[in-house]
């Protein structure tokens, strides 16, 4: 169904740079430097030097970025990684997808983040990592989470939808040990197609990387562990080394539609709004109202043609594939009282003032 108003337009910061596509796509028609080249490291020291951390490899994808981060701090089968229930699914199965074994914890009811206060409840010997997931694009304080599980127990940032966000001045994918990136065409900062980015200030998890995303190749002809087909494509490299200049814009233009949000609809006491906490920069990735009356909402916005999502309707602890767990209704009350009221309404930087206006009027009616 085509809408007026829509959560997104793929195409919208595409079209901007259409003719530096085709160029690349042109050059690298006579180069033929499709896999692991030049271009790669050129955007990966220009992520790197955006968000301030050391070292940057580029991946096949976000789901990627986050079982090869999880391989290089050996993390394997016998082993605990503290997550949450709320995320897109790949974050859980990331974990599993090496071994390991996902523990969950419940997310606070301000943020919808990991619930910093349980996680000491659920840390044993068995604990190797933390994973908080910067959901919609609100900030985790890694900080706070580092005084939390001190130094033996790594901090993976899940950086899949907070391109930009901010805790004080320390960009998200700066904090943890080793942060993980989602490149896909509906984040911020999107690819083509299925890309990721992996950062670290260690360079010897940086090194592990490396090797991980080409089959752990040392040289053409030698390979020194068994790794993955994860190469980030060099025209896609290409690509988003030109929309890491434009993405400032796009963050300013979420930024502004949000503010009407909260200038418009916060009064109304049936709508629960993002967070906007002060010290921490939200760049909502989604803009996720909760409301205990959304399937009325939903069909009314879609009768004025405005389009809505849930993300995610579905707590990860509640999903089939993990059943095994043990895991029950009634474990994870927030998130899973979330799931009930969550819902995702146009925020991305394809729309002007006036159609977000447009929506605020149309929910406060």
Do not use: W
């Not at 430097?33 to 301030?52: A, H, Q, W």
């Not at 879609?302 to 095994?324: A, F, G, M, W």
């Amino acid at each position: 169904m085509d809408f007026n108003i829509s959560l997104f337009d793929l195409s919208y910061n595409n079209r901007k740079i259409r003719d530096h596509i085709i160029a690349v796509i042109e050059r690298h028609i006579e180069t033929s430097t499709f896999i692991l080249g030049p271009d790669v490291k050129l955007f990966e020291d220009k992520f790197s030097k955006l968000i301030k951390c050391n070292y940057t490899v580029g991946v096949n994808s976000g789901t990627d970025a986050l079982i090869i981060a999880l391989k290089a701090l050996k993390i394997g089968p016998g082993d605990e990684v503290i997550t949450v229930p709320n995320s897109y699914v790949a974050t859980a199965q990331a974990i599993s997808l090496v071994g390991a074994k996902p523990v969950f914890v419940d997310v606070e009811r301000t943020t919808m983040n990991m619930d910093l206060n349980k996680v000491k409840n659920v840390i044993n010997e068995n604990t190797k990592a933390v994973i908080p997931v910067h959901l919609f694009g609100f900030p985790v304080d890694i900080f706070k989470l580092r005084k939390i599980v001190g130094d033996d127990i790594y901090i993976v940032e899940d950086c899949a939808q907070s391109h930009g966000a901010k805790v004080g001045e320390h960009l998200t994918g700066s904090m943890g040990d080793i942060n993980c990136f989602s490149l896909h065409p509906a984040k911020v900062l999107s690819s083509l197609g299925d890309s990721g980015v992996i950062t670290t200030n260690d360079e010897n998890l940086y090194k592990k990387c490396l090797l991980f995303r080409n089959f752990g190749l040392k040289d053409r002809d030698s390979t020194i562990l068994i790794g993955y087909n994860s190469r980030l494509d060099n025209i896609y490299a290409a690509i988003m080394y030109k929309k890491l200049d434009i993405i400032q814009e796009s963050l300013n233009r979420r930024l502004n539609n949000a503010s009407i949000y909260y200038n418009e609809l916060s009064t109304i006491s049936e709508i629960k709004l993002p967070p906007n906490i002060e010290g921490y920069k939200n760049v909502h990735n989604f803009f996720v109202i909760r409301t205990d009356n959304r399937k009325e909402l939903i069909d009314y916005l879609l009768s004025e043609s405005i389009e809505t999502k849930v993300h995610y309707p579905i707590p990860i602890h509640l999903q089939k594939c993990y059943q095994d767990l043990g895991y029950s209704i009634g474990d994870f009350p927030y998130a899973e009282d979330d799931a009930k009221t969550m819902l995702s309404i146009p925020v991305a930087e394809h729309l002007g003032q006036d159609q977000i206006s447009f929506v605020s009027k149309k929910i406060k009616t």
